[in-house]
T-cell receptor
Framework: DVKVTQSSRYLVKRTGEKVFLECVQD?????MFWYRQDPGLGLRLIYF???????EKGDIPEGYSVSREKKERFSLILESASTNQTSMYLC???????????????FGPGTRLTVT | QQQVKQSPQSLIVQKGGISIINCAYE??????FPWYQQFPGKGPALLIA?????SEKKEGRFTISFNKSAKQFSLHIMDSQPGDSATYFC????????????FGTGTRLLVSP
């Protein structure tokens, strides 16, 4: 079974704090993604990574950065948390075992972040 | 161009009825259209997916209908059950090499007993 785990289910932080959200996958997947999920807005891509130390901006990267030092781990960093970053954060991974793109993304359970 | 529009936002269906959720897209470069199902407290999980070379794909009670000329696709849940109550997201992707998905805004389905 593919497993994507996220370091916290719930997190409460103060405005201005630096926040780290960790994601680990155990299936040697090449691609990893960070989304935020907000009611009425669906899932919006923040950043993704297709290899160690590689990263690409998604649709809403402002206020976020990422780190991928090891293949199995992808971290999302909020440099200075703000109240408008209160959201559900979802990590996902995907792989391409045959060289033909499979597209299926496997999601973690999410971290509900509240910034006060 | 990158958006996927999903409707309705919420849906209540009686047990045994048919649930229908619709999505529309603009970018004709999209070549993969999955549906994800999300239960409360869980991350989304792939339910069923289709490519534009077919007009319909069926897996059990779940069917995707795809209309390439109209740039629309829909999810039909036959014989809806209370256990199908969840949030459903349509999505689209293109062969960019990075397997990025563009998601719709989600439909909250409640199947009443």
């Amino acid at each position: 079974d593919v497993k994507v785990t996220q370091s916290s289910r719930y997190l409460v932080k103060r405005t201005g704090e630096k926040v780290f959200l960790e994601c680990v996958q155990d299936m040697d997947h090449e691609n990893m993604f960070w989304y935020r999920q907000d009611p009425g807005l669906g899932l919006r891509l923040i950043y993704f990574s297709y290899d160690v130390k590689m990263k690409e901006k998604g649709d809403i990267p402002e206020g976020y950065s990422v780190s991928r030092e090891k293949k199995e781990r992808f971290s999302l960093i909020l440099e200075s948390a703000s109240t408008n970053q209160t959201s559900m954060y979802l990590c996902a991974s995907s792989f391409d075992p045959t060289g033909k793109l499979s597209y299926e993304q496997y999601f973690g359970p999410g971290t509900r972040l509240t910034v006060t | 161009q990158q958006q996927v529009k999903q409707s309705p936002q919420s849906l209540i269906v009686q047990k045994g009825g048919i649930s229908i959720i619709n999505c529309a897209y603009e970018n004709t470069a999209f070549d993969y259209f999955p549906w994800y199902q999300q239960f409360p407290g869980k991350g989304p999980a792939l339910l069923i997916a289709i490519r534009p070379d077919v007009s319909e794909k069926k897996e059990g009670r779940f069917t995707i209908s795809f209309n390439k000329s109209a740039k629309q696709f829909s999810l039909h849940i036959m014989d809806s059950q209370p256990g199908d109550s969840a949030t459903y997201f349509c999505a689209a992707s293109m062969d960019t090499g990075f397997q990025k998905l563009v998601f719709g805004t989600g439909t909250r389905l409640l199947v009443s007993p």
